[in-house]
Nanobody, 114 residues
Framework: QVQLVESGGGLVHPGGSLRLSCLAS????????MSWYRQAPGKERELVAA????????DYASSVKGRFTISRDNAKNTAYLQMNTLKPEDTAVYYC???????WGQGTQVTVSS
């Protein structure tokens, strides 16, 4: 069964950085594109970034482009989201997702506040 474990969230000040990790198991990680979503309180879950199966192509929501970088290490079955120049509006629970398979992890909370 697909299992995804997100980690790396926390409380940071505006302008700070965090790196989120998504440890995947239960499938052949290198065969699938990965994505990151986020959900703020009272809002729908939204796609933040996606990366192709070997990492050659990436895509970002306009709100994070230039600040966030999605990457992956197929040898470690892990996807990452490097988050720089964080803003209060980035506050949300962040989830990773396997493109084409599904199954959410528990998410990791990111709070950006002064």
């Amino acid at each position: 069964q697909v299992q995804l474990v997100e980690s790396g969230g926390g409380l940071v000040h505006p302008g700070g950085s965090l790196r989120l990790s998504c440890l995947a198991s239960g499938f052949t990680f290198s065969m699938y594109a990965m994505s990151w979503y986020r959900q703020a309180p009272g809002k729908e879950r939204e796609l933040v970034a996606a990366i192709s199966h070997i990492g050659g192509n990436t895509d970002y929501a306009s709100s994070v482009k230039g600040r966030f970088t999605i990457s992956r290490d197929n040898a470690k079955n892990t996807a990452y989201l490097q988050m720089n120049t964080l803003k209060p509006e980035d506050t949300a629970v962040y989830y990773c997702r396997v493109v084409g398979l599904g199954s959410w992890g528990q998410g990791t909370q990111v709070t950006v506040s002064s």
